[in-house]
């Protein structure tokens, strides 16, 4: 069973970065869709930003601007590259790869902690 590795997440101040990583742990065939999603507490999961693999990324309104998504297709790894950070950015961060044959990988989260 392939498993999605995360990694970057940590404690920042307002303003400073980080950049997350998810790289699976072998191999997907037929990618379809990658993203990145959040959950703050006692908050739903939100969409933050996605690569669908015959188009252009997308991003949540508050992800715009500040937030870019990028993917390694030779390694089918996609990256988060988060600026700008804000306290309500404070959330567990998970990864999703989802194939052609509706097959659905996570990611088991990342925290990321912003302070004022």
């Known amino acids: 069973q392939v498993q999605l590795v995360e990694s970057g997440g940590g404690s920042v101040q307002t303003g400073e970065s980080l950049t997350l990583s998810c790289v699976p742990s072998g191999t997907i065939f037929s990618v379809a869709f990658m993203g990145w999603f959040r959950q703050a507490p006692g908050k739903e999961r939100e969409l933050v930003a996605a690569i669908p693999i015959d188009g252009m990324p997308a991003y949540a309104d508050f992800a715009r601007g500040r937030f870019t998504i990028s993917r390694d297709s030779a390694r089918n790894a996609v990256y988060l590259q988060m600026d700008r950070l804000k306290p309500e950015d404070t959330a567990v961060y998970s990864c999703?790869?989802?194939?052609?044959?509706?097959?659905?990988?996570w990611g088991q989260g990342v925290q990321v902690t912003v302070s004022s």
């Open positions: 999703n790869i989802d194939d052609l044959n509706r097959a659905s990988y």
